[in-house]
């Protein structure tokens, strides 16, 4: 059981772009495929001129001048990188819509909005860990043989967290986070 629970902790020892990591000066895009590539994991897959071109057709990232990106830039990509693995694309829309007004609001230069957020973000990773690992401990009590059955039993459990975790986040982007009306027409 304790070798269960290291396996299953390995995804909370998962590397992060921190904040130190961003030059103040402007990037490249391969550079910042670069900067993803050194500093996360590739089971989460990689970034990809592709997809940073995507974000920007779609209105994800704020729009960049000539071909560098700056740190808000690259901040929103974190942001969106993250958001991705469990929102669609159209709810990261929502979200990243609503906190660029947000940003513009608040200040001239809106990287302080961005390194904020991205900070919360890697600062709750340790006590969500914590949580997660509390759980995990729990789960494997109830499952203690290490046969096939509990095994099932163990991942339809994680699954169904996984699934009502997702829940709670399109419940929440759906109240706090809708598309603006000319992006709901759009859709359509």
């Not at 902790?9 to 050194?38: C, G, H, N, W």
């Not at 209105?59 to 929103?76: A, D, N, T």
């Not at 609503?98 to 973000?121: C, D, H, P």
Request: net charge negative; proline share 3%; glycine share 4%.
């Amino acid at each position: 059981m304790e070798k269960l629970l290291e396996v299953l902790q390995r995804p909370l020892e998962q590397k992060e772009v921190e904040l130190d990591d961003l030059p103040d000066l402007s990037l490249y895009m391969d550079q910042i495929i670069t900067l993803f590539a050194d500093k996360t994991q590739a089971q989460d897959g990689l970034l990809t001129k592709t997809m940073i071109n995507n974000y920007s057709k779609e209105g994800l990232l704020k729009p960049i001048k000539g071909k560098k990106y700056s740190k808000e830039h690259v901040l929103q990509m974190l942001l969106i990188y993250r958001l991705k693995q469990t929102l669609s694309i159209q709810q990261i829309k929502g979200v990243m819509q609503q906190l660029n007004e947000e940003a513009q609001l608040e200040e001239a230069s809106s990287v302080g909005v961005w390194e904020k957020l991205y900070s919360g973000y890697l600062d709750s990773r340790e006590v969500n860990g914590r949580l997660l690992t509390e759980m995990l401990d729990k789960l494997l009590a109830q499952n203690m043989e290490n046969c096939v059955p509990d095994t099932a039993q163990l991942l339809l459990q994680l699954s169904w967290i996984s699934y009502m975790t997702k829940r709670m986040c399109d419940v929440l982007v759906e109240r706090s986070f809708p598309l603006s009306d000319k992006e709901k027409k759009k859709e359509k």
